[in-house]
């Protein structure tokens, strides 16, 4: 770097905007409960004309110590492994990711809407085309006929929490501070996206040394109001079924200890989101499982019957409502949120705080006004949760342990294998609803679902992510047919960085969940088998002869292919000890014959065609008025 000079410059450094960014980028830190962390912890990039010589040459000057460079093969995953590392890394630190202009910048909106969708936090930092426009239009540039201010970039405002273009060196640094503080504040942190005009990035601007300070960002954990705080206690003390519904922001918060103290104070049962699975351990007497569509029986029972509904954390998505039909017309509400947008959901009492700080504050209160749920409600609870588990063990058992393994029987096998160091990523497809319904979860951070935007490809490169936040713990990316050919290119960056991941092929030739869906609506499956295409136009004919494993394999990665229950055991179990990357391929057992995991408890909203020609779709509509009628609205 260009060390500060004398002059009107006294007091400045001389960079470019680029080379500033990455210095003030390696000085930036969170704080929370005493405990520091790098805020940006590393960038990574794909280069093209639109960065190569403005923040790829910036990385170089600052050094690989100043700012760690990792290299992606698509700018969408490059997002997904930030993610992943954001969430393993409770939200204290985050990486950048830096992509040329056109295609590459766009290619990151799937990841910033993923991002953004599920709260975690990522520092995309896309080339833009020239702010001074001396050559218009550059390679890729759009060139939209109404709007000279326009440009492909333009895409990331509805999906980023902050979005700035920096079409002037000093205005690099109102907007990286700002993109710090909404990258550290727990309520409004997601994706946020500094466009970097391409000739921007490479002119020099004398920047205050201040700019350069080293600069710690609070992530605070507001207390509750006592107004809310006493309205909530009395809620709950007037309560005699309520039950706790645990999101991701019990995670974000690292409140699960907090979530267990209330939880044993009270003997309120708690449930939880895709995203707060691992709040409490499966085997802890208050954790009931999974709620909603992909619940467990004993979490939608209580939510149906429950007066009180006491939210932490957490968004309400359709899933976890299922489709507002889940929850007693008469139920109330008290939603613990750190973010006002979601506390106000189905009309709750709101708690706006930390959920760690709301939680201890609920329990104190039980000091001068003791509650607890009644022993019938507690026994009730318990033996449903004992007769659900029975229902996790029948379908993890193997039949025949030489025969092809359903799917559920691979979680099974899992299950065996793993303790609480092992973290399982996954996103799309049957296994999300599987999972939910299914895994014992050990840890607080071991269930990593990404269901927010179930995002089909997440998987591999959040692994690689959630590894480098979590050296030395078995991460496993478990991962259907088409999802595995939707995004495996990553594959690539885990044997570029020695990243022992192992990757978990199920291979079921096709899309299995959407074809159940499809059936399920009337739609006969259409459209979501991998087969050959027959005479008729239809995808009936035989499986196609693509092999995921040698793909895998291709790419780099040891692969094992197990075909019986027996043999998978040993190939995982292999797997887990593996120090290098390494797949396990197996076709699982989807006859109709075999039984799979408890079907859905609880309804989801899929909309069924009015008019239709076809039986199977005629009574499929018939069956989806019946469970619109039941929707509410909690007003
Ligand atoms: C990027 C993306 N595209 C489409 C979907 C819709 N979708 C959800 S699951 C699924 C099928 C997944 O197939 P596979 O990974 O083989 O899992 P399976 O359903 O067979 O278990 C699709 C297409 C999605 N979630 N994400
Ligand atoms: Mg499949």
């Not at 060390?3 to 704080?31: M, N, S």
């Not at 295609?103 to 520092?123: I, K």
């Not at 976890?320 to 189905?346: E, G, I, Q």
Request: with cysteine.
């Amino acid at each position: 770097m260009t060390p500060a000079h004398d002059g009107e410059g006294a007091g400045t450094r001389r960079l470019t905007t680029a080379q500033a960014l990455v210095a003030f980028l390696a000085r930036q830190y969170t704080e929370r409960d005493g405990h520091r962390h790098r805020l940006i912890a590393a960038t990574w990039g794909i280069f093209g004309h639109g960065n190569v010589a403005g923040i790829g040459q910036a990385l170089i000057e600052t050094g690989r110590a100043g700012m760690p460079f990792l290299q992606g093969r698509s700018e969408q995953a490059m997002v997904h492994a930030a993610v992943g590392y954001a969430r393993q890394s409770g939200r204290l630190s985050a990486h950048a990711v830096t992509t040329s202009i056109g295609p590459g910048a766009t290619n990151l909106v799937t990841g910033a809407a993923l991002a953004t969708v599920n709260h975690l936090p990522v520092l995309l930092l896309p080339g833009d085309t020239f702010a001074t426009r001396p050559a218009d239009p550059v390679l890729q540039q759009l060139e939209a006929g109404y709007a000279g201010d326009v440009s492909v970039n333009d895409c990331l405002r509805p999906v980023s929490r902050y979005f700035d273009r920096v079409a002037r060196p000093e205005a690099l640094i109102p907007a990286a501070l700002a993109a710090m503080r909404v990258l550290a504040d727990p309520a409004a942190t997601g994706a946020v996206t500094l466009a970097l005009p391409q000739d921007v990035q490479a002119e020099a601007f004398d920047w205050p040394e201040e700019f350069f300070r080293e600069r710690v960002w609070h992530v605070r954990r507001p207390r509750p109001e006592d107004r809310e705080l006493a309205a909530a206690a009395e809620a709950i003390g007037e309560s005699s079924r309520p039950l706790i519904v645990a999101g991701g922001g019990v995670r974000h918060s690292g409140a699960q200890a907090a979530l267990r103290a209330y939880a044993e104070a009270t003997g309120i049962p708690v449930a939880s989101t895709q995203a707060g699975k691992g709040a409490l351990p499966h085997d802890h007497p208050c954790d009931v499982g999974g709620i909603g569509h992909t619940g467990t029986a004993t979490a939608d029972d209580l939510a149906r019957a429950a007066d009180l509904v006491i939210g932490v954390g957490t968004r309400y998505s359709d899933f976890t409502t299922a489709s507002s039909t889940l929850f007693a017309p008469s139920a109330r509400f008290v939603n613990v949120n750190v973010n006002s947008f979601d506390a106000h959901k189905l009309s709750a009492l709101t708690v706006l705080a930390d959920a760690r700080e709301a939680l201890d504050a609920l329990r104190a209160t039980l000091d001068s006004a003791p509650y607890r749920v009644d022993a019938a409600y507690e026994a009730g609870y318990g033996a449903a949760k004992a007769r659900w588990e029975a229902r996790v063990t029948a379908a993890y058992a193997p039949a025949d342990p030489s025969a092809r393994p359903t799917q559920a029987q691979v979680l099974g096998v899992l299950d065996t294998l793993v303790t609480e160091e092992d973290i399982l990523i996954n996103a799309a497809g049957s296994l999300p609803g599987d999972l939910h319904k299914l895994w014992r979860t050990r840890s607080a951070d071991q269930y990593h679902v990404e269901y927010g935007y179930s995002c089909m490809g997440y998987e591999i490169p959040a692994a690689i992510g959630v590894q480098l936040a979590a050296p030395g713990r078995p991460v496993w990316a478990l991962v259907g047919d088409g999802t595995y050919l939707m995004n495996p290119t990553e594959i690539v960056t885990a044997v570029q960085e020695g990243l022992p991941v192992k990757v978990v092929i199920l291979q079921n030739h096709g899309y299995a969940s959407i074809g159940g869906l499809s059936e399920s609506t009337g739609g006969e499956r259409f459209g979501t088998a991998y087969r050959h295409r027959t005479a008729d136009g239809g995808f009936t004919g035989p499986p196609l002869p693509v092999d995921l494993a040698a793909n895998a394999a291709s790419l780099g990665m040891r692969v094992l292919r197990p075909r019986t229950v027996t043999d998978l055991r040993e190939a995982l179990s292999d797997a887990r000890g593996a120090d290098r990357p390494t797949c396990v391929y197996v076709e699982t057992e989807t006859a109709d014959t075999v039984s799979g995991p408890p079907p859905a408890q609880a309804w989801w909203d899929v909309p069924v065609a009015e008019t239709a020609t076809r039986p199977s779709a005629v009574k499929a509509r018939e069956e989806y008025e019946r469970h619109v009628a039941a929707r509410r609205r909690h007003l």
